[in-house]
C-alpha cells in the first residue's frame, strides 16, 4: 500500500472493504460495552434492595 | 493443585479474579488487532485475483474461527458443568454465547460483502457460509432454550445438553453441508482454501486470530462477572458488594 | 412398569387419542399440496421439486409430532413413574421414541406414496423416496425428542421446539432429499441411504442419553 489514497480507495474495492470492518468494529465495540453496563445495572438493583433484603427473594 | 482448582471455582473468588484480568485482556487484544490491522490492511501486498477486496480475510476468517472456537468452549464448559455439577461451568457458557453468536453473525456478513465482489452475489450456498448459518441456528437454539426457564438453574443445565448434542452435530452438519455443496455446485475455491498465500498475506491473519482470542478472552470475563452476579445475587457477598458503591 | 408394559400403554393410549395423532398426517398432506398452489400445476416443474418438497413437509409434519411426546405424561404425573422405576431411563425413552415414531413417524413413509403421486414423482422410483424416509424419519422422531425433553417443563414449548431441533435435522434433510432426487435421475443412490443409515445407529445411540438427561433436568425444576 504505497499511498493514503490507495488505502482509502482500497483498489476500487472500498465499498466492500470498509463495511466489513465497520460492521466488525460495531459488533466488537458493542459486546464490549455491553456487559459492563449490565453489570452497572445489576449491582445498582441489587444495591437498591440491599438494605432491607429481609423480603422473600 | 487440587486446592487452586477448587478455589477457582468459588463465584467470589473468581468474579474479583476475573475484574483483575479483564481489562488487561482488553488493552492487549487492542493493541494486537491494531498491529494485524496494519500488517493486514496496509503492508500485505494486493492479491493477485482479488486486489485489495482480499483485505476482508483479516476480519472474516477470524470471525469464522471465533465463532467454531466459541461453540467448543460452551461445550466444555457444558460437559464440566453438567459431570461436576459446577454453577460456574455454566455461567460460562452463558457468557460465552452472545459472544458466538456475534462472531457468527460477524463472519456471515463479511462473508457475503466479500462474496459481493467475487461472485456477484451477495449470499452465495457455499460450503463454508452454509454451516456458519447453522451455526448460528445453534447459538439461537442455545440462548433460546437457556432464557426460556425462570429458575436458572434448570435453565443451565438444560443449555448444557443442548450445547452438547450440538457439539456432536457440529461435525456433522459441517460434512454433510460439503458433501451437499458439491452435489449442487461445483466445489468455489474460497479464498482461505488456497494454501499458497504469501507470509505477508498470512502473518497479520495469525495476529488477527490472536487478537480475537484476546478479545473473547477480555469481554467473556467481563460477562462472566454478569452472570456469576445474578445467579449469586442472594449471597451475601453480593449484597454486601452491591451494599457499598 | 417393564419395558412391554411401556410399550403396550403407550400405544393403547395412543390408539384412545388418534385423533391427535392425526395432526402430523394431516399437516403432511396440507403441506405437500400447497406448493402446486404456490408454484403451479406444471408437472414437469413439480417433479424436479417432488423429493425436497416431500422431504420438508415431512420434516416439519414429525416435529409438529413431538411437542406431544411427553407433555401429557409430564402434566398427569406417569413421567416422574418413569423416571422412579427400575428399569433404565434412557432405555424407557429409547421405547418411548420408538413406539411414538410407529404411530407418528411411520404414516408420514406410507403417505409419502401418495404424496409423490400427487407431485408427479416417478412411480418406478417411489420405493427410494419411501426408504428414505423410513430411515430419516426415526432420526427426526429421536432429535425431536431431545428438544421435546428439554422443553417440557416450559409452558409454551411449542413455538421453542422447532427453533432447537431443525437445525440439528439439516443433515437428515440433505441425505434424505438427495437420495429421493438421485432416485429419480435414476442415479446411485447407495451413498446417500447409507448416510442416512448410519444417522440412524446414531440417533438410536446417543439420543436417549440426552433425552433422559434433558427429562432429569425437567423435571427438576
Known sequence: MSSWHEFLTMGGYAAYVWPAYGVALGVMVLNAVLPSRRQRALLKELARRAPNNQELP | ?245 | ?221
Open chain 3, 1 to 221: 412398569m417393564n419395558s412391554a408394559a411401556l410399550v403396550r400403554r403407550d400405544l393403547r393410549l395412543a390408539y384412545r387419542r388418534r385423533g391427535e395423532l392425526a395432526t402430523p398426517v394431516v399437516f403432511f398432506i396440507i403441506v405437500t399440496a400447497l406448493f402446486p398452489l404456490a408454484l403451479g400445476s406444471e408437472p414437469q416443474l413439480l417433479r424436479r421439486l417432488a423429493p425436497g418438497v416431500i422431504w420438508v413437509a415431512a420434516l416439519l409434519a414429525s416435529l409438529i409430532g413431538q411437542d406431544s411426546l411427553f407433555k401429557n405424561d409430564y402434566e398427569d404425573g406417569s413421567l416422574e413413574q418413569m423416571l422412579l422405576s427400575p428399569a433404565a431411563l434412557e432405555w424407557l425413552t429409547l421405547l418411548r421414541v420408538l413406539t411414538h415414531w410407529l404411530v407418528t413417524g411411520l404414516p408420514l413413509v406410507i403417505l409419502s406414496l401418495l404424496m409423490g403421486l400427487l407431485l408427479n414423482y416417478p412411480l418406478d422410483s417411489l420405493d427410494v423416496l419411501a426408504g428414505s424416509l423410513l430411515l430419516g424419519t426415526p432420526v427426526l422422531s429421536f432429535l425431536g425428542a431431545v428438544g421435546a425433553a428439554l422443553t417440557v417443563s416450559l409452558r409454551r414449548s411449542g413455538m421453542l421446539l422447532p427453533i432447537l431441533v431443525l437445525p440439528l435435522t439439516v443433515p437428515v434433510l440433505i441425505f434424505g432429499a438427495a437420495a429421493a432426487e438421485r432416485a429419480m435421475q435414476g442415479e446411485p443412490v447407495a451413498a446417500p441411504l447409507y448416510f442416512l443409515a448410519a444417522m440412524l445407529v446414531l440417533a438410536v445411540t446417543l439420543a436417549p442419553f440426552a433425552i433422559a438427561g434433558g427429562l432429569r433436568v425437567s423435571l427438576e425444576s
Open chain 2, 1 to 245: 493443585m487440587f486446592v487452586w482448582f477448587h478455589k477457582l471455582a468459588s463465584p467470589p473468588y473468581f468474579y474479583r479474579l476475573a475484574g483483575r484480568l479483564a481489562p488487561w485482556l482488553a488493552w492487549a487484544s487492542l493493541i494486537v488487532i491494531l498491529a494485524g490491522l496494519y500488517g493486514g490492511l496496509w503492508l500485505a501486498p494486493p492479491d493477485y485475483q482479488q486486489g485489495d477486496g482480499f483485505r476482508i480475510i483479516y476480519v472474516h476468517v477470524p470471525s469464522a474461527w471465533m465463532s467454531l472456537f466459541i461453540y467448543v468452549v460452551m461445550a466444555l464448559a457444558a460437559a464440566i458443568g453438567l459431570i461436576w455439577r459446577m454453577k460456574l461451568a455454566h455461567a460460562v457458557s452463558a457468557a460465552a454465547a452472545p459472544l458466538g453468536a456475534a462472531f457468527t453473525f460477524l463472519a456471515l456478513v463479511t462473508g457475503s460483502l466479500w462474496g459481493k465482489p467475487m461472485w456477484g452475489t451477495y449470499w452465495v450456498w457455499d460450503a463454508r457460509l452454509t454451516s456458519e448459518l447453522v451455526l448460528l441456528f445453534l447459538y439461537f437454539g442455545y440462548l433460546a432454550l437457556h432464557r426460556a426457564f425462570e429458575d436458572q438453574r434448570s435453565g443451565d443445565r438444560a443449555g448444557a445438553i443442548l450445547a452438547l448434542v450440538g457439539i456432536v452435530n457440529v461435525p456433522i452438519i459441517h460434512y454433510s453441508v460439503k458433501w451437499w455443496n458439491t452435489l449442487h455446485q461445483g466445489p468455489t475455491v474460497f479464498f482461505g482454501a488456497r494454501a499458497d498465500i504469501a507470509p505477508s498475506m498470512y502473518i497479520p491473519l495469525f495476529i488477527m486470530i490472536i487478537g480475537f482470542m484476546l478479545y473473547f478472552a477480555a469481554f467473556v470475563l467481563k460477562r462472566l462477572q454478569v452472570e456469576i452476579l445474578s445467579r449469586e445475587r442472594h449471597t451475601a457477598w453480593v449484597q454486601e458488594l452491591a451494599g457499598k458503591p
